[in-house]
């Protein structure tokens, strides 16, 4: 058994849990069949997930965790108050069964602690990893590990994830300030909730001010793995030899779900319409790489104009989620601002549902006449301190 830490976003916790339990019974044994390990218990900690399973399971959950930063392996922790005990500890790790050559980057942080000096920490451990590898050391770093002192406790663990889970390896063009994918599948969960699968598959997505698409692309991928990314453990001397063949994928038998029925964008910038195109292509072909026969294309529609001239008349219920610009940059900053957006939303969209993310201190002081308050989650994007806004219809 191995220890794991899936470090997630402040108060994406519990989230990332309710999708790890989602895919626990789709991950693979090393007979590429679904495995029959049972969910383990999970200690839900602030920042992140940490429990106890196969290294071979805890690695999968790299693939489909939507809402988590990184998963680190857990290599040991431990009191230590003197470096020649650090130095010890962390020379006395397996560090042969992992690492091809000695050399790695660093991630060091101390606080509270004796040992409270990172750059002499990170000395050390280099120091012990040189004399492991006998000077073996490759040109390019091979992994990540971290190092945690925290009130004399140390923590060390490798990453398994590489560059930042938000990195889906999908989205190839961006626009201005686009929206964190992690955080965009954070919304848009939140917004689905207990919606069945049947009732999503009758709704429209709508994003009026999509600019590259984010919460359209993640919508049509909640539910699937993301393969076509590069992940860190692939270059681990003990990483499972399932994924090393292109084609592992193709053995998780997660259904080919399209969660909703089709999928909307505006945007007034007339550059955005093929940047969120091409990222949504990109989605699309990917999912189709792996769910193959079972793979439907989705529905899709991206429209050069204006969301608050444009109305919106697709069959059935329509979902509207949306961040746009703020402060001043607001189209109707100066007709009332936040409230007067929403509303023009709300009579030309009708949404059933409206989820929208902007800046707490510009907090929407009136619900269009209509529709309720139904959630109002607090989310930090990109250091500002926001408020995800969710309304349905009375
Ligand atoms: C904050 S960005 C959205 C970013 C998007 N969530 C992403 O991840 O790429 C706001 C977008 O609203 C668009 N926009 C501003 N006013 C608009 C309007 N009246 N109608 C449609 N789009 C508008 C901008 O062009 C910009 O692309």
């Keep these: ?32 069949k679904p495995h029959s390990l049972p969910f383990p218990e999970v200690a839900v900690l602030e920042g992140g997930l940490e429990f106890e399973t196969e ?27 003197d470096l020649p005990k650090f130095y010890q500890k962390f020379k006395g790790l397996p560090w042969l069964d992992f690492l091809p050559h000695a050399n790695v980057t660093w991630e060091v942080a101390a606080q509270k602690s004796r040992l409270n000096n990172e750059k002499r920490l990170q000395e050390s451990a280099e120091t012990a990893l040189k004399e492991i590898f006998k000077g073996q050391k490759g040109t390019e770093s091979c992994a990540s590990i971290y190092i945690r002192m925290d009130d004399d406790l140390c923590t060390i663990s490798l990453d398994s994830t590489g560059e930042h889970l938000h990195k889906r390896g999908w989205s190839v063009l961006k626009g201005e300030a686009p929206l964190r994918e992690t955080i965009a599948a954070f919304l848009l969960e939140e917004m689905i909730g207990n919606t069945s699968s049947a009732e999503l598959a009758g709704i429209t997505l709508l994003d009026p001010m999509m600019g590259s698409g984010t919460f359209l692309g993640e919508a049509r991928a909640l539910w699937a793995g993301q393969f076509a990314r590069d992940f860190a453990f692939k270059k681990w001397k003990r990483a499972p030899k399932l994924f090393a063949s292109s084609s592992f994928a193709l053995n998780y038998t997660l259904p080919a779900r399209m969660p909703f029925k089709a999928y909307v964008g505006y945007d007034i910038d007339a550059d955005m319409i093929p940047a969120a195109e091409k990222n949504f292509a990109e989605v699309e072909r990917q999912l189709q790489v792996v769910q193959r026969a079972g793979f439907v294309p989705a529905p899709h ?16 219920p329509v979902w509207l989620v949306v961040n746009p610009p703020y402060g001043e940059r607001l189209p ?61 219809r009375l």
């Design 301 to 316: 529609k991206f429209i050069h104009g204006d969301a608050l001239k444009l109305e919106t008349s697709e069959d059935g």
């Design 332 to 392: 109707v900053a100066d007709q009332g601002g936040l409230k007067t957006l929403v509303k023009e939303l709300c009579l030309r969209h009708k949404p059933q549902k409206l989820g929208v993310l902007y800046p707490e201190k510009e907090r929407l002081s009136a619900v269009p006449a209509g529709y309720k308050l139904f959630k109002e989650i607090r989310v930090n994007n990109g250091g500002l301190r926001c408020l995800f806004t969710i309304l349905t």
């Design 1 to 32: 058994m191995n220890k794991f830490f899936v470090a997630t976003p402040l108060d994406f916790e519990k989230r990332t849990l309710a999708e790890m339990k989602e895919v626990w019974p789709y991950l693979l044994g090393k007979d590429a």
């Design 55 to 81: 290294l071979f399971i805890g690695l999968q959950l790299n693939f489909f965790l939507k809402t988590a930063n990184r998963i680190l392996l857990r290599m040991t922790s431990f009191k230590a108050k």
